[in-house]
């Protein structure tokens, strides 16, 4: 595949805080409309990588880039690029379900395309927030309680309502940081459920600190330790037949 018909691709990228070198020149090649996860130990630098594909990462003011990413073939830490505009185009859900609670559910959905004047008119923003809750399976159970805040949501539905708000500005890529972390079993199952369907629209780049995950919900995995690529490949093959001596022992448990 050619870099314009990649989701994301990385070039030697590299990342230090510092002078903690935190990611070692990494070169991935990441295809549209999959789940992709990038499973690894604590601290391998997971949540770092999935922050240099939105330009995130800038927020830090001691993390320096060096390397490229393209995102369908754009290069974004090109001068020319506007973080803005790359933000938009790759939605981001964090590990701890985070809707704002002055807001309505509705408002949750809403507000970031009323903030970026992305609909002309009330019925189109309730046709996108409708759109957006039901990609996210949450419309079901939200659609009599829209004024409601959040705060009464179950954590999974709060999860939910995030993906929903990210979804509503149609990204083209969407960044998970370990979404289950903190939701329960069966909340858990439905945001993996949910994976399955999302991922015929959207790429979706799926940080996870459990081998299990990613082997229930990823099409391709990529394996971090210390900073450094162990292996990527499809999922089946990585469990089943690992290149590496460490992978193995990563998706036995054995490494913790
Ligand atoms: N803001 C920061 N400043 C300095 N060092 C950092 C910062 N954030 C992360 N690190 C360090 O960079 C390395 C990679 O961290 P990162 O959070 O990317 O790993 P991770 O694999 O996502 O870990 P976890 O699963 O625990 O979230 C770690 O050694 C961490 O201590």
């Known amino acids: 595949m050619n870099s314009v018909s990649l989701a994301v691709e ?43 594909f ?18 369908f073939g754009r290069r974004v830490y090109s001068p020319e690029t506007d973080p803005i505009e790359i933000r ?22 809403a507000v970031g395309l009323k903030l970026n004047r992305l609909v002309r008119s009330r019925e189109e923003l309730d046709e996108r927030v409708e759109w957006a809750l039901r990609k996210a399976a949450l419309w079901e159970e939200v659609k009599d309680r829209l004024d409601d805040y959040p705060s009464n949501l ?19 890529v969407l960044l998970m940081d370990e979404p289950t972390a903190n939701i329960d079993p069966v909340g858990t199952q439905k945001i993996e459920e949910l994976l399955f369907e999302l991922k015929e629209d959207y790429t979706i780049v799926l940080v996870t600190h459990s081998p299990a995950q990613a082997a229930r919900v990823s099409d391709y995995v990529a394996f971090l330790y210390l900073g450094d690529l162990i292996e990527v490949g499809p999922t089946r093959k990585v469990f089943e037949n690992p290149e590496h001596e460490l992978t193995e022992q990563y998706v036995t448990g054995a490494l913790g």
């Open 10 to 52: 990385t070039r030697n990228l590299h990342v230090y805080y510092g002078e903690n070198h935190v990611i070692k020149g990494v070169n991935l090649k990441i295809p549209p409309k999959s789940v992709f996860a990038l499973m690894g130990p604590s601290g391998c630098g997971k949540s770092t990588m999935l922050r240099t």
């Open 54 to 71: 939105n330009r995130l990462i800038e927020l830090n003011a001691d993390a320096r880039v060096e390397g490229d990413v393209l995102l």
């Open 88 to 109: 938009k185009q790759v939605g981001m859900v964090f590990q701890y379900p985070n809707p704002f609670p002055h807001m309505t559910i509705y408002d949750n959905v």
């Open 154 to 172: 179950s954590g999974g539905q709060r999860q939910r309502l995030v993906i929903a708000r990210a979804l509503a500005m149609r990204p083209k």
